[in-house]
């Protein structure tokens, strides 16, 4: 991997804030079951993220994709042969799988002396939004799930030199687990009984044929969800690794999916918080990652002995992890105040990007605010050496199951340079803790969440850290759509809005986005606009337009899938119809950009936006 121009030419001179975006990064490398020398990554290396193949043995790296609004959906082929990578129009995650070998396409030139394009990897199958992806390790076999408005959710079976052939067919939301190590088992997850936020699993022969089924979204007093986490990476071994809530929280169990056998592994009474895992090469132990309290810790589990054992991290988070075939882990791991950095559990740095390095931010701190639905944590963090009420940010997360963390973020770094309090709240909705917690957020959607924002706002402002008078409300996605609405239903309590790619008319939104949206949003409010007219709009940004007072700022992709562009014209026509004080920014992109330089753009357009009418 080569650094390009990523670097700007006056680092020098360069704010730290930009350095934060402008610095290379990498991810966690994925790696190939049958030739684990080979590795997969993203990286920003040439100022776009984009899919990087690596070879461990010789130390070669050689960037895979490269595309205008760059690409991050890739996957490596068990045997190391091959890279697959999802091919969409502009960020509208509507497209194809190409593959590509592992090794390049050896200098090969078509036509004209054209590079040779990638070939579809699963041929005979339209374009769609991608619904997971299952690789066999005999090098010609894929599990491929995709999703479209006309077919809903549809699963195929797809052999090299063969026509896919369906094995899966639904009107609701369902996707890839896994495929069995020998290729025999297919795990999906399906929502066929209508709640699109708790699966159940169906494990499937190659024909379609069934083999088991795990629900438990039926008779309880609540609907609780499962994961497929992956089967155990052993020949004729049919385990499968399974995340359950019948506790109140993500925790693993093991389920035999021939036998129907589910073991407990009893580690509630040993850790706190979600825990997810997933197998060591073996098969022997699992490597479990416990997330509590915004932050995560590693553990390895001995299946026969029941032995729970730390792998050492340091304290912030840990935004992915994996166990080597020689029992090591490789982990990245970053915090508010240090940027991420990919290591291993021997305490080597694994990969690293060329280039300038992102300088450190401050720390976060953790606050407890009591609330309508319980306690809620928010993550604040001030300028050094700074006193007094200071102009403050609340950076909502979107999601809305997701979570802040300890973890690097340039964005809210940039507004703490600049002599921002930032303070990110964990609202109802939020993924953490405990399922209760996050399935809190039914029925009066967005206004649960600005209740919690408000608890928080109300503890920033009384505590003295917060000027009431120049307090801004923004966030990206979910965030954004609760930017809107919070600006509309408390319309004296923000001097300010910034809302980028966000839901501003509900109804709009609901008709216009992704399937698989379209599953959600039902689940969230009970029904379809025509079903629940009335909780839609009780729901919707556009309903309290009228009564927006601060100035408002908002950005948006124009492929976005997800917060399509024509709900927010709407929303948008409506402020100007009584010229409201707004500015709009549209972008060529889908739901974010992958491209560093456009991002830092959106960053500054936000930074002088607030300058202008806020001031500090």
Sequence with gaps: MTESNGAAPHEGTMPDWEKRFRAPRVSLPDWAEDAPHRSLFVSNATGTYELYAWDRATGAQRQVTDRTNGTTDGVLSPDGEWVWWFDDKDGDEFGIWRRQPFAGHGGESGAGGASVPDEPAAPGLDPSYPAGLALGRDGRTAVVGRSTDEDGSTIYLSRSGEDPVEIYRHRESAGVGDLSHDGSLIAIEHTEHGDAMHSALRVLRKDGSPVAELDDTKGGAVELGLEALGFAPVDGDTRLLVGHQRRGRWEPMVWDVASGEETDLELTSQLEGDLSAEWYPDGSALLVVNSFEARSELWRFELATRRLERVRTPRGTVSGATARPDGSVEYLWSSAEEPPVVRSTSGEVVLDAPGMKAPASVSVGDVWVTGPGGTIHALVQRPADVTGPLPTVFDIHGGPTWHDSDSFAAGPAAWVDHGYMVVRVNYRGSTGYGR???????????????????????????????????????????????????????????????????????????????????????TLLGGTPEEVPERFEASSPLTYVDSVKAPVYISAGVNDPRCPIRQVDNYVTRLAARDAVHEVYRYDAGHGSLVVDERIKQVRLELDFAERHLGR
């Design 436 to 522: 209760e917690w996050t399935d809190a957020l039914k029925h009066r959607v967005g206004l649960i969440e600005l209740e919690d924002i408000a608890a928080v706002r109300e503890w920033a402002v009384s505590s003295g850290f917060a000027d009431p008078d120049r307090l801004i409300l923004t966030g990206g996605s979910w965030g954004g759509y609760l930017t809107l609405l919070g600006l509309g239903t408390q319309p004296d309590a923000w001097a300010l809005g910034i809302a980028a790619v966000p839901v501003a008319d509900y109804v709009t939104a609901y008709h216009d986005e992704m399937e698989a949206l379209k599953a959600m949003d039902r």
